[in-house]
């Protein structure tokens, strides 16, 4: 993930909000991309939020041993 970018975001949000308008979105569909949407990162703190708590968790699944 690079650095937070505002325009980036809300792009994200308005292709989100572009798939949510369809009509022809199973129930499964529209919960998914309704979580999507609510979880889209509005500020720089959430931003940098998600990203260290994906690290945290690649760091944890770097230490799982599968064999």
């Known amino acids: 993930m690079g650095p937070y ?3 980036k975001q809300l792009e994200r949000k308005a292709n989100v909000r572009a798939i ?3 009509n022809d979105l199973s129930a ?8 999507v949407f609510d979880t889209i990162a509005t500020s720089e703190h959430r931003y ?3 990203v260290e708590s994906n690290q945290i968790i690649d760091d944890m699944n770097k230490d799982v041993d599968l064999g």
Do not use: D, I, P, T
Not at 28 to 35: E, K, L, P, S, T
């Open 5 to 7: 970018n505002e325009m």
């Open 20 to 22: 949510l308008q369809r």
């Open 28 to 35: 499964w569909a529209r919960n998914f991309w309704g979580v």
């Open 48 to 50: 940098n939020s998600r």
